[in-house]
């Protein structure tokens, strides 16, 4: 069956640590993946989007990568800040429409 | 607009009742998406419109669901006879151009409509 993972337990890190959130699917062969940050009571906001041919995608202290043969995307936010507590998703197409499907999501706590 | 807006903000309904969410969406944009998600859920794609047509409806819950947009702007989701599990949090959005495999696009995301069930 097709699936989209993220991991479900909350991941708590120290203010200016890195932080790295998976996004693992299976059964699908997206031609791109995104990753969208949502606050409590709020929209998702769209951050990054990465294509199936590049590796890996910068933004500011963002960084994504995408592994087509692990099925893999890792988000990785460095110098965190207490600001970055949020919940992460990901989300691909799952075929060649307009549909995005999404992850559950991963909640990221900053400690100060 | 500047953003998507969706109104109301909440709606608190009893069981059997007929609610109404609309989306007022980027002036502009051509797609819209209606996505419904659960407490501790992702998002759950409900359905897409082009315009004021709707390609792919199969996200839809059941037949007690629909939509509609008029003029390519205003989407209005109606659930009637609503029922406990359809309490959620329902987000439209809307993008310039419809995401395709091949086509990269942007989701804007409205606030969301949450929907509560008695």
């Known amino acids: 069956s097709q699936k989209i993972e993220q991991n479900s337990e909350a991941l708590n890190i120290q203010e200016g640590k890195t932080a790295t959130l998976t996004c693992n699917y299976t059964n699908y062969s997206p031609a791109y993946l995104q990753w969208y940050r949502q606050d409590p009571g709020r929209g998702p906001v769209f951050l990054l989007l990465?294509?199936?041919?590049?590796k890996e995608k910068r933004k500011e202290r963002l960084k994504v990568t995408f592994d087509t043969t692990l099925k893999q995307s890792l988000f990785h936010i460095t110098a965190s800040q207490p600001a970055d507590s949020a919940t992460y998703l990901c989300a691909l197409p799952p075929d060649s429409s307009y549909k995005l499907i999404f992850g559950s999501g991963t909640r990221l706590l900053v400690r100060p | 607009g500047a953003g998507v807006s969706q109104s109301p903000s909440n709606k608190v309904t009893e069981k059997g009742k007929d609610v109404e969410l609309r989306c007022d969406p980027i002036s502009g944009h051509t797609a819209l998406y209606w996505y419904r998600q659960s407490l501790g859920q992702g998002l759950e794609f409900l359905i897409y419109?082009?315009?004021?047509?709707?390609?792919?409806k199969s996200g839809l819950p059941s037949d007690r669901f629909s939509a509609e947009r008029t003029g390519g702007s205003v989407s209005t989701l109606t659930i009637q006879r609503t029922q406990q599990e359809d309490s959620a949090v329902y987000l439209c959005?809307?993008?310039?151009?419809?995401?395709?495999?091949?086509?990269?696009?942007?989701?804007?995301f409205g606030p969301g409509t949450r929907l509560t069930v008695l």
């Open positions: 959005a809307s993008s310039l151009l419809p995401a395709s495999g091949s086509t990269t696009d942007t989701q804007y």
């Open positions: 419109f082009q315009g004021n047509s709707a390609p792919d």
């Open positions: 990465i294509r199936e041919n590049e």
